[in-house]
């Protein structure tokens, strides 16, 4: 079987291995920040220093990765915001390293801005999970007088440690599977543009293997703007590492 892998994968596997090992030794989990699709960058201190800084105290390394086939050579993966729009080869590869085993995240923003949230329908769809082009507005529960800086406690996965979190201009999210489950909702109090009550704002498909595709509909979250906001630090360290 060994010798009818793919060069390139068989390096992935042992890269993988020698990952593996680190983390049950108590080394550092490394994360693989993409910028191979003109993603905001996790090396830009304006927006990520502190995402960047905290995950290091809890052991996580989170390496900023240009190039898309060295993205599978890490555990997890972070798409923040991708601006170049996916082949039908990468997006096969993306769909094998779940199905293997990854975690793979992808995060939007509100109204298909830059177009993003379509971008990213082209591979999460393949997972059961369109990004609308939509917002998700806040009638009682919001920061700093802003509408769209919704507030929810309805965190039900990666929520160890977490009772509510500020997830700001996120674009609403469609299960088009019955085996997508929820990450984020918003309160009763939450609509979208079109009216559609307690949208769902970040939302999952898990494998068999424990791979995982995540999506996100807002992008700033773990941004140095919100991160130290709610619990918002707690849930993003998990989401990297749970």
């Known amino acids: 079987m060994l010798n009818k892998m793919p060069f390139f994968d068989i390096i992935c596997l042992y890269v993988r291995a020698k990952i593996a090992t ?20 996790i090396s830009d201190s304006y927006y990520f220093s502190t995402l960047e800084r905290e995950s290091r105290k809890k052991g996580i390394e989170i390496v900023e990765v240009a190039d898309f086939d060295e993205l599978f050579c890490y555990p997890v993966i972070v798409f923040n915001y991708s601006e170049k729009p996916f082949d039908e080869s990468e997006i096969k590869a993306i769909e094998r390293a779940v199905k293997n085993g990854k975690r793979i995240i992808f995060t939007a923003h509100f109204n298909n801005k830059d177009n993003v949230a379509e971008i990213c329908n082209a591979v999460t769809e393949r997972f059961g999970m369109r990004l609308k082009m939509d917002e998700v507005v806040e009638k009682e529960h919001f920061d700093e007088g802003d509408c769209r800086m919704v507030i929810t406690s309805r965190v039900e996965s990666y929520a160890e440690g977490v009772n509510q979190v500020v997830f700001p201009y996120s674009a609403p999210i469609e299960a088009l599977h019955p085996d997508v489950r929820v990450i984020v909702r918003g309160q009763e109090s939450a609509f979208t543009g079109s009216g559609e009550r307690a949208p769902v704002m970040a939302a999952e498909r898990r494998m068999p293997s424990g791979g995982s595709l995540v999506v996100c509909g807002s992008c700033l979250f773990w941004d140095n703007y919100s991160i130290l906001r709610k619990d918002n630090l707690a849930f993003s360290i998990n989401l990297l590492s749970m």
Do not use: N, T
Request: overall charge neutral.
């Open 22 to 41: 680190m983390f049950r030794e108590g080394g550092i989990l490394k994360v693989a920040w993409s910028s191979s699709h003109a993603e905001f960058l």
